[in-house]
């Protein structure tokens, strides 16, 4: 019994340690300011993180084969202001959603052929693609587009009651992250695919041995990333109700952070995405708890977002260390 304890926390322990850091974080932060106790502060994390967290998801699958994604925030980006130059021009928002995830996809499946077929790191041709794709989205336009579509905005606006919380709700681009969330727990943990993606990341000369589509499911992992790109990105232009190269600058790292807090190693091979959505909401409580303090700047989010990503590095070292001796 101890020994399967023992093996219990040695595999899960970064997950329950940011579960932990979590929990203490926003009970620290409700008694400091009692406005964090109400359920809806609680309920505003997702509404205000929802980009993040699908951003996220695409790239703990990423990280997990061992690569990097660093076009995420470029790629997201370049979907708002594609997307709101569409919709200005009259284009249908059905017509419009489905050209930007088929965009995303494509871009992400472009960078995957590259890295496999070229051989070329990871690091590079991600950091080409954020280019590629900030720099489109300034060739669309220099400035903020405005979207007025009125499908964007019955999306942005209407609220969804949570069932038993009164007061509490969200709003329905919010809801895209818990669902695909779900969606990528289940790809993980229950597909073929799931199992390749630990496998590669774990060592991928042993899965090319065990004859795992190592090359096709690297593809479909930048594939994926860069489908999560664009849905983030459209849920971003329908919060915001605008789009602009500018938007969510940054935010590829704020999204490897919350991979890393959420126990996922950077070599690869240990970690999943429920972890990933503690990072996340590591990151929001950070942020909520200096909103609601008000006198403090908002750089000592980086600061904190930072300091957590050093000692969790730290913490998955020594728990990967323990269990490959255990």
Not at 73 to 80: D, H, P, S
Request: net charge positive; glycine share 12%.
């Amino acid at each position: 019994m101890a020994q399967r304890t023992k093996l219990f926390l040695l595999h899960h322990g970064p997950l329950l340690t940011t579960m932990a850091i979590f929990f203490l974080a926003y009970f620290i932060g409700g008694r400091l300011y009692p406005a964090m106790q109400k359920p809806q502060a609680f309920f505003n994390l997702f509404i205000n993180n929802g980009p993040l967290l699908i951003l996220g998801i695409g790239m703990t699958f990423v990280i997990l084969t061992g690569g990097i994604d660093l076009s995420v925030g470029g790629v997201l980006a370049l979907t708002t202001a594609a997307s709101a130059a569409l919709l200005q021009l009259g284009a249908s928002p059905a017509l419009v959603i489905p050209l930007m995830l088929v965009m995303g996809t494509a871009l992400g499946c472009t960078l995957g052929c590259i890295i496999h077929f070229f051989k070329v790191q990871p690091f590079i041709v991600t950091l080409m693609g954020l280019f590629f794709a900030r720099g489109m989205a300034y060739i669309i336009s220099l400035t903020s587009l405005s979207i007025n579509d009125p499908f964007y905005k019955q999306l942005a606006l209407t609220q969804i009651p949570i069932p038993f919380v009164p007061k509490a709700y969200l709003y329905i681009p919010s809801l895209v992250g818990p669902i695909l969330l779900l969606v990528a727990v289940y790809l993980a943990f229950f597909t073929r695919f799931g199992r390749t993606v630990y496998a590669i990341g774990n060592n991928e000369q042993s899965a090319r041995l065990m004859g795992l589509p190592v090359g096709r499911t690297r593809i479909l992992v930048y594939s994926l990333s860069g489908f999560c790109s664009a849905l983030a990105g459209i849920v971003f232009s329908i919060s915001l109700l605008a789009g602009y190269g500018q938007f969510a600058s940054g935010i590829e790292l704020d999204a490897i952070a919350s991979v890393v807090m959420g126990g996922t190693l950077l070599t690869g091979g240990v970690g999943n995405v429920i972890g990933t959505l503690f990072g996340v909401l590591i990151e929001g409580t950070i942020i909520s708890i200096l909103q609601y303090n008000g006198t403090l700047s908002s750089w000592w989010t980086r600061i904190g977002v930072g300091v957590l990503t050093l000692i969790f590095i730290g913490i998955q070292s020594l728990f990967y260390v323990r269990r490959k001796h255990s």
